[in-house]
């Protein structure tokens, strides 16, 4: 059976996140239709972070369509779908969906995403937070969503940057119910 998973890129940094989820899966999931939306602010942030086009990352999804096309099939309940991915999430996407303000396709989508009782996964990805931030996540987590932090563990001993960010989209993967390989699973400590 097809799976319909919507992925949505803001402008925060840690795109990287949000490539490597794509690529992912592709490689773990070919039974999964990726609707992709990547805010204009991304676009840049990915050309900047990571050295790709906005074109060389569509080529990764099914269907893409831009922020501003609030007429796309995902800003819809009736398109049914298993889940969206938020990754990264800005601060002002995380405000937009805690107060129901829809002005582009990502938070239209992430508030159908809630209101149709759908799972939503918001990989927020800023440090420190202040006050407003915690109870825009709190509100979200009320909504129904999964706030995720990209914040990696140590316990499987990552060695490069690519552990770190491949532990993130593992666990989103897990979330998702899409089986992956990308990190060593917490087994109990060892006796060294």
């Known amino acids: 059976m097809m799976r319909k998973i ?12 949000g490539v490597r989820f794509l690529e992912t899966v592709r490689k773990y999931s ?19 972070e990571v050295g790709l086009d906005g ?4 080529r990764l999804a099914d269907r893409v369509y831009g922020e501003d096309e609030l007429g796309a099939p995902i800003a819809s309940g009736s398109f049914k779908h298993d889940g969206m991915v938020i990754i990264p999430c800005s601060m002002k996407t995380l405000a937009s969906i805690a107060h129901g303000i829809t002005d582009n396709l990502i938070s239209r ?10 799972k939503l996964i918001l990989v927020i990805r800023e440090t420190p937070l202040n006050l407003v931030h915690i109870k825009n996540m709190e509100l979200v987590t009320l909504a129904g969503a ?5 914040a990696p563990a140590f316990y499987n001993k990552p060695r490069t940057i690519d ?17 992956n390989e990308l990190y060593r699973r917490w087994g109990g400590y060892s006796e060294e």
């Open 146 to 150: 999964i706030v995720m932090p990209a």
């Open 30 to 48: 070919t039974n999964t239709e990726i609707h992709l939306v990547m805010s204009n602010t991304a676009i840049n942030i990915i050309k900047h």
């Open 55 to 58: 074109e060389s990352l569509s």
């Open 6 to 17: 919507v992925v949505g890129i803001t402008g925060a940094s840690g795109v990287i996140y």
């Open 163 to 179: 552990d770190m960010v491949n532990f993130i989209v593992g666990r989103v993967l897990d979330l998702l119910g899409i089986e």
């Open 109 to 118: 989508a992430a508030d159908v995403t809630l209101k149709e009782r759908r």
